[in-house]
């Protein structure tokens, strides 16, 4: 089980309150994703390969 202490927020916040990000938690083997603003609903989880490569992906390609 996530404690809510393994829940480290991107260290892109967007502005405002900071709130407007996502968060990640290491669930061995896997990562788990979920959104800061409503963190009691549902996560995402991948195989950290797959988010390992999704994360380089996104470094290569950023949003404008």
């Known amino acids: 089980m996530i404690t809510p202490d393994n829940w480290q927020k991107s260290s892109f916040s967007g502005g405002g309150q ?8 290491h669930r061995h083997p896997h990562i788990a994703i979920r959104d800061s603003k409503v963190p009691t609903h549902a996560t995402l989880t991948f195989p950290t390969p797959t988010f390992t490569t999704f ?3 996104l470094k ?3 949003h404008p």
């Open 18 to 25: 900071g709130d407007a990000c996502v968060e990640v938690a």
């Open 55 to 57: 994360i380089e992906a």
């Open 60 to 62: 290569q390609h950023p």
